[in-house]
Nanobody, 121 residues
Framework: QVQLVESGGGLVQAGGSLRLSCAAS????????MGWARQAPGKQRELVARITSGDSTDYADSVKGRFTISRDNAKNTVFLQMNSLKAEDTGVYYCNWRGLRSGGYRYEDYWGQGTVVTVSS
């Protein structure tokens, strides 16, 4: 199995910045991608950003130009730098790992416990 440990959530004023981090550990054979999704009460979970093994990135339109995803492959860690935060960025942010476990036969998705980001206006 793969464990994901997240940190960096908290309270920040609109216009401010916050940096989330997530470290993956466990029976990792190959990491295909890591990313972040968020969910607010009553709303669907949405992909915020993803970075692949080929170092390509993908962002939700709502965060383009404000959020930056990066990774430290040696530490199996992914970061999400969030700048110019808006109230609508408030939600629970979940870290995702997608890849092949040691002895696995297919790609699997694992999710972190979530970290709360609250942006006050």
């Amino acid at each position: 199995q793969v464990q994901l440990v997240e940190s960096g959530g908290g309270l920040v004023q609109a216009g401010g910045s916050l940096r989330l981090s997530c470290a993956a550990s466990g029976s990792i054979y190959n990491t295909n991608s890591m990313g972040w999704a968020r969910q607010a009460p009553g709303k669907q979970r949405e992909l915020v950003a993803r970075i692949t093994s080929g170092d390509s990135t993908d962002y939700a339109d709502s965060v383009k130009g404000r959020f930056t995803i990066s990774r430290d492959n040696a530490k199996n860690t992914v970061f999400l730098q969030m700048n110019s935060l808006k109230a609508e960025d408030t939600g629970v942010y979940y870290c995702n790992w997608r890849g092949l476990r040691s002895g696995g036969y297919r790609y699997e998705d694992y999710w972190g416990q979530g970290t709360v980001v609250t942006v006050s206006s």
